[in-house]
């Protein structure tokens, strides 16, 4: 990847303090949106170097975004550095980390829901409610997501007369 311009930067720098504001570190943000321009592989040195941060930041930022399965390890034949690629499941994987995450907190709740002090309790039934509720809402949205991008078979070829062939 040649150096970034000037957009690059501000892309990069809008998705790091986005990721700050959702709990994330700002390296790891700008090393996502740095992969998702990059378009081939970066090793861990390039990402430093691109970002000017230390190789250690990028090592330990990489490794968090891949247990997110935000990126993923590449290999570059005939190079033994280690290199790294935007994730391949792409936006379903990011679908699938939400519907996990929010398992679990409904698996908490309704966990808490079972014991006779708490089964009462308004607050935790509201947020099994709207885990169940939720995740109905997003169980079609893989699959939503698959056919919207779907190849579509091509249109037939029309005539000078507005005829197809």
């Not at 970002?51 to 990126?71: F, G, H, I, P, Q």
């Not at 994987?93 to 995450?101: A, N, P």
């Not at 997003?138 to 000078?160: H, Y």
Request: charged share 25%.
């Amino acid at each position: 990847m040649k150096e970034l311009g000037a957009a690059e930067h501000r892309f990069i720098e809008s998705m790091g303090l986005y990721f700050e504001r959702q709990g994330g570190t700002r390296i790891g943000g700008r090393i996502y949106a740095l992969l998702m321009l990059a378009g081939e592989p970066l090793s861990n040195k390039r990402i430093a170097e691109l970002l000017k941060v230390s190789a250690a930041s990028v090592s330990t930022n990489l490794r968090a975004c891949a247990e997110l399965d935000l990126v993923e390890p590449a290999s570059v034949p005939g190079d033994r550095q280690h290199y790294y690629v935007i994730h391949s499941q792409g936006w379903e994987g990011k679908l699938r980390v939400v519907e996990d995450s929010l398992s679990a907190f409904a698996r908490i709740c309704a966990d808490a829901l079972t014991v006779p002090q708490l089964a009462g309790n308004r607050h935790l039934r509201e947020a099994s409610a709207f885990c169940d509720f939720y995740r109905n809402e997003l169980s079609g949205i893989a699959e939503r997501w698959r056919a919207a991008r779907a190849p579509r078979p091509p249109r037939p070829a029309r005539t000078s007369k507005g005829r197809t062939t």
